[in-house]
């Protein structure tokens, strides 16, 4: 079994910097990529990052050059640094992470708001 705990959300101005965390826990074993992914207000769940085994990042055009996706094979963690952030950006954040083996696990998501 795996759990996903995800962490960083909050509150920040617009043109402002947060840093998401998405740790698995439990039987973990081969995970071949992590995304993550946003949700505005009723819409849709959107990929914005992802990142495979090796490190290679793959990026949605509204957050190019301003997000960065990263992981820690050690911690079995992976991150989001979000920096110079639009009310846009505003939502909820969920990671998820593929298992070679197994099924793909979701986080429970985290908030960021963006303030003037």
């Known amino acids: 079994q795996v759990q996903l705990v995800e962490s960083g959300g909050g509150l920040v101005q617009a043109g402002g910097s947060l840093r998401l965390s998405c740790a698995a826990s439990g039987s973990i074993f081969s995970i071949t990529y992590i995304n993550w992914y946003h949700q505005a207000s009723r819409g849709q769940r959107a990929l914005v990052a992802s990142?495979?085994?090796?490190?290679?990042?793959n990026y949605a055009d509204s957050v190019k050059g301003r997000f960065t996706i990263s992981r820690d094979n050690a911690k079995n963690s992976g991150y989001l640094q979000m920096n110079s952030l639009k009310f846009e950006d505003a939502g909820v954040y969920y990671c998820?992470?593929?298992?070679?083996?197994?099924?793909?696990?979701w986080g429970k998501g985290t908030v960021v708001t963006v303030s003037s």
């Open positions: 998820k992470i593929g298992f070679a083996y197994g099924p793909d696990y």
């Open positions: 990142i495979t085994t090796t490190g290679s990042t």
